[in-house]
């Protein structure tokens, strides 16, 4: 029990997908104006994650390996998130259409968010049973939500600082962005 609680504050804090791998800056810059579009993104790539990762391990060891496919596991892996992103923008659609509109291309774009396909490869590349799998895409779903929101806080905060005009937009969300990942760096001797 102990392992699992290690890899689940492991993956998502000192092992980051935002702040320390790098995945996922796409919606991590692009949804983070708003907390609420933040976080509705947030959850619906955590949702995705947890599945893809539920649906492609079996698969993977189970289908894939025994038939000598493993060199198809990245086309394979983005055709069930692709299936899977599907299924939760027909659920949004239907049950909150203002979050969907929201949304907009973002929603579509979980099927090529490198965070969710990341996910799905570093459990088989980590020889994780399906257990520390399930453990794993929840510890970088919840880091990947917290690194929203907490983005999405900075720059509420920064609409009204004094930014220098050299800094003003994109520049700041760069150098904020960087200064969270520093934060995160702190983390690295959290768990040996």
Known sequence: MTDLIQLFIKSALIDNVVFIQYLAICPFIGMTSETGKATGMGLATT??????????????KFVM??????????????LVIA??????????????????????????LITTNCAVLGVTINCIGKNYNYGQSIVYALGTAAGFLMSMVIMSGVRSKLRTAKVPA???GTPILYV???????????FKGLIK
């Open 83 to 108: 299936s899977l992103v599907q299924l939760v923008e027909f659920y949004l659609k239907k049950s909150a259409p203002g979050l969907y509109s929201s949304m907009g291309i973002y929603l579509s």
């Open 65 to 78: 390996v025994p038939l000598g496919l493993e060199f198809l596991q990245t086309l394979f892996f983005i």
């Open 47 to 60: 949702f995705v994650i947890i599945l893809a990762t539920a649906v492609t391990w079996p698969l993977y």
């Open 176 to 186: 904020a962005a960087g200064l969270l990942s520093l934060a995160f760096l702190g």
């Open 166 to 168: 050299a800094f003003k």
